[in-house]
């Protein structure tokens, strides 16, 4: 199986555009989850999707928002982008949302400038 | 919420020592303790769990044990070798039907050759 695939892979941007990131899960998987991490932060989770529903949401601005479409695919959006929002963006699949059986991808290193 | 912290920050070792990680978690519904691996621009990859079920687990030259009663949890490596040079995050979690990880904010370990 091909594993977790993120697009794009690297991204800068300046203070105030927004941006959009792409997850596509593992084939069968329906769950997807977006962590941010950052030297000083750690890994800190973003979102849940599953069957295109948030089901659980981290303690993230309302400018950190995300979908998914009926093939599991998986995007998440940053509007207002701040100096602070550069980072690595990691998605995670699983089939069933466990955090028992998900896998990362490579992640999207965003640098806003 | 759940609130992770995790030390050393940072652990030097010759090859064939020892690396111990700590990690202490604040929910005590947390059932489930997932470890990771992360190479330099690599995704984070699991590379051993316990369960609150288990007091200790083990898989080659590497061991999880658990403390219910103390909220803590540790990583032992045996016979470091170079390749485990990496930064290592511990995770809690309420088990299967949690959709959220809690990282601590990671140890970089540094094996000399």
């Known amino acids: 199986k091909a594993g977790v695939t993120q697009t794009p892979r690297y991204l800068i941007k300046t203070r105030g555009q927004q941006v959009t990131l792409s997850c596509s899960p593992i084939?069968?998987?329906?769950?997807v989850s977006w962590y941010q991490q950052t030297p000083g932060q750690g890994l800190q989770f973003l979102f849940e999707y599953f069957s295109e529903t948030q089901r659980n949401k981290g303690n993230f601005p309302g400018r950190f928002s995300g979908r998914q479409f009926s093939n599991s695919r998986s995007e998440m959006n940053v509007s207002t982008l701040e100096l602070g929002d550069s980072a690595l963006y990691l998605c995670?699949?699983?089939?069933?949302?466990?955090?028992?059986?998900?896998?990362f991808g490579p992640g999207t290193r965003l640098l806003v400038l | 919420g759940e609130n992770v912290e995790q030390h050393p920050s940072t652990l030097s070792v010759q090859e064939g020592d020892s690396a111990v990680i700590k990690c202490t978690y604040s929910d005590s519904a947390s059932n489930y303790f997932p470890w990771y691996k992360q190479e330099l621009g690599k995704r984070p990859q699991l590379i051993i769990d316990i369960r609150s079920n288990v007091g200790e687990k083990k898989d080659q030259r590497i061991a999880v044990t658990l403390n219910k009663t103390a909220k803590h949890f540790s990583l032992h490596i045996t016979e470091t070798q170079p390749e485990d040079s990496a930064v290592y995050f511990c995770a809690a979690s309420r088990g299967a039907g949690s959709y959220q990880l809690t990282f601590g904010k990671g140890t970089k370990l540094s094996v000399i050759p």
């Open positions: 084939s069968g998987h329906r769950s």
């Open positions: 995670a699949s699983s089939f069933s949302g466990s955090v028992e059986t998900q896998y």
